[in-house]
């Protein structure tokens, strides 16, 4: 059982996460208060921003005050926009949201980079400091490492979510919210505050004053949805990851270009069952708790082109920087030379959004460069390509996607180069026999996630309705057999979520 001070007291070592133990007992814990009181709309609605709050200070600690400074701000901001008369006193709100929150990004995402530029050119020796640690250390007495920039858990996911909500009242599409607890409980609920979906104004606080419901099949979906979020996170992509992927990236020039391709394969594979597995986990609790959120992933690499996989991929982000950012930009609004640069913008910034890196740059230029190209393929290209062409352009368009993921996973751009150099230059076929024999198991799940995800959606959709469906001793045998197979599955160090970093 869980001490006290687990219970309450936050770990840089150990933060909460939704594949931990610990998050299945607190929840359980609060799902049980909740089952009293979820017919009382504004009792439930503050029970649950409290548990949200304090899920968070679970995963950041100190960090917790930052999401109360980015709803504090954007709140005011709303209101701001929405009362102000004149044009420029609208923009001038608009100006305090996007300075508060970019702002915030810029300085733990970027600190590093710009000061480290700033060095490199002026031959200065300037260190980073981290303002909100000086202040603790000042205000409460604690000892943290003022030079130390930690990204706070979640960061990049919230401020987007509260921004999009000052935009959209600054663009007229939803009035301000009345009460500041509903805007923090949309800001803070905690399935998706860490790592999405990213959730609009629009289609969250309409829910907040809506009265409980869940149905016997949308409990079933809800249950379907959690485990197989918990299978993809810690049966396919843990074990993937620890096992095979990290040893490869880590040290390529010990394997043959077999093994690189093969990492490279299965890293494809694990980030998307990561990445969809959280996704499934939060829709599937918030589901529980009477709340819908939008749909993240939508089998991605059966796309036949790089622009369905962006409609299907991360689909929460990919229409926020459409919506907020391409558009914003001009979208294609100014002639067809401008567009195509608006897209490309969109996509470099997309890269740096998860980190400031060259490796990050790269992979968002690749992915517009992609993404230019085959709009002008679609203007003067006017080939019905059938069937075998449409399985064709799955095939190019996965491994393109691959391709990009090497610098996405990469410590540097060396290593991508040494990967792709054993892979063109060293491949060892005669190896690959004892090579498939030594990593059985990683290549058997590795197949199988790519197997499961290529199945035919009306047939995962079968499998789910006969899950719903189920008796409930029939659900709780399954749930109980899935959770016992996942702990036989668990590795010794519980794995954070990829998208954590971001």
């Known amino acids: 059982m869980f001490s ?22 607190l929840f359980t814990i609060m799902f049980a208060g909740y089952s009293l009181i979820h017919k ?42 929405y009362l102000a008369k004149l044009k420029w006193e609208k923009k001038l709100y608009l100006a305090l949201s996007l300075v508060a929150n970019l702002g915030l990004l810029a300085f733990f995402k970027y600190s590093y980079f710009f000061v480290d530029t700033v060095n490199g050119f002026l031959g200065t020796d300037l260190e980073a400091v981290n303002f909100l640690a000086a202040f603790t250390n000042g205000t409460f007495g604690t000892s943290y490492d003022i ?21 959209d009242i600054y663009r007229g599409k939803i009035k301000p919210c009345g009460n500041i607890f509903d805007f923090a409980f949309f800001v803070s609920f905690f399935p998706q505050l860490v790592a999405g979906p990213i959730v609009r104004a629009a289609e969250f606080l309409p829910q907040v004053k809506r009265p409980y419901y869940l149905s016997s ?24 990851s620890v096992n095979f992927v990290d040893r490869v990236f880590e040290t390529p020039e010990m394997y043959s270009g077999f093994m690189n391709l093969m990492a490279v394969y299965g890293y494809s594979i694990q980030i998307y069952c990561d990445f969809s597995g959280y996704s499934d986990i939060a829709i599937g609790l918030a589901a529980l708790l009477g709340f ?15 622009t369905e996989f962006w409609r299907r991929w991360h689909i929460s982000l990919s229409t926020w920087l459409r919506d907020y950012l391409y558009i914003s930009l001009g979208g294609n609004r100014r002639g067809r030379i401008r567009t195509y640069f608006n897209l490309f913008m969109t996509m470099v910034l997309g890269g740096l959004w998860h980190g400031a890196a060259l490796k990050f740059i790269i992979w968002g230029s690749l992915h517009g460069f992609a993404l230019l190209l085959h709009k002008l393929w679609m203007r003067f290209v006017k080939i019905d390509t059938g069937r075998w062409g449409r399985y064709v352009g799955v095939l190019i368009t996965f491994h393109f996607v691959a391709f990009c993921w090497m610098y996405f996973r990469a410590a540097d751009i060396q290593t991508v180069r040494l990967m792709l150099e054993n892979i063109f230059t060293d491949f060892n076929f ?13 290549f058997a799940l590795i197949l199988i996630g790519f197997i499961i995800h290529l199945l035919p959606g009306n047939l995962k959709n079968r499998v789910q309705w006969w899950f719903t469906e189920a008796p409930i001793y029939v659900k709780a045998l399954i749930f109980v057999c899935v959770i016992f197979g996942i702990y036989q599955a668990t590795s010794a160090d519980i794995q954070p979520f990829i998208y954590f970093q971001f």
């Open 4 to 25: 006290w001070e687990q219970i309450l007291s936050y770990s840089d070592k150990a933060p909460l996460l939704f594949n931990q133990y610990l998050f299945l007992f």
């Open 217 to 240: 099949s949308g409990f079933g979906k809800a249950a379907f949805l959690i485990m197989a979020g918990l299978i993809k996170k810690v049966v396919i992509s843990d074990y993937i």
């Open 292 to 306: 819908r959120l939008p749909i993240n992933f939508n089998s991605p690499y059966k796309a036949q082109n790089i």
């Open 430 to 442: 005669g190896g690959v026999a004892s090579r498939v024999v030594a990593y059985w198991k990683v």
């Open 40 to 81: 009382q709309v504004r009792i439930r609605n503050l029970y649950l921003l409290i548990f949200s709050l304090f899920f968070y200070f679970k995963c950041s600690g100190f960090y917790f005050v930052l999401l109360l400074f980015s709803t504090l701000v954007d709140y005011g901001c709303g209101y701001g926009i």
């Open 147 to 167: 030079h130390d920039i930690i990204l706070p858990v979640g960061i990049s996911f919230y401020t987007f979510q509260t921004l999009s909500y000052s935009i």
